[in-house]
């Protein structure tokens, strides 16, 4: 069997990379509104444009998933950032779907102080 060259080795992985998403940032933005939703899942509002660029049926809601691990550290942050003022930076990958129409879905927030 014969050994696959570097060029090959290079094509072949970049090839299997066009299917991965990767997060998108949604800024340095204030919470306008966090709504507990009936889903078990948390929907936050931010302030501002939309700057992400995930493609779902609303692009202003973001979702944090109950199902997500750290939902209730990333659900305290977003309560403590909201209530103080504090902006809220983080990223959003995918749609998820909640009774048949999705969201922007919430995979990382990053809480910095006001400076």
Not at 13 to 26: E, I, P, Q, T, Y
Not at 53 to 66: A, F, I, M, Q
Request: net charge positive.
């Amino acid at each position: 069997m014969r050994k696959p060259n570097s060029m090959t080795v290079f094509f072949l992985l970049s090839f299997m990379s066009l299917g991965v998403s990767a997060n998108s940032s949604f800024g340095n933005r204030n919470i306008d509104k966090i709504i507990i939703h009936d889903s078990g899942n948390v929907y936050v509002y931010f302030l501002g444009e939309t700057t992400h660029s995930e493609n779902c049926d609303s692009n202003t809601t973001y979702v944090l998933p109950k199902e997500n691990i750290l939902f209730k550290e990333m659900y305290s942050g977003l309560l403590a950032s909201m209530h103080s003022g504090a902006k809220v930076n983080g990223y959003v990958n995918g749609c998820y779907s909640v009774w048949g129409k999705t969201k922007v879905k919430i995979t990382r927030l990053d809480f910095t102080p006001n400076l």
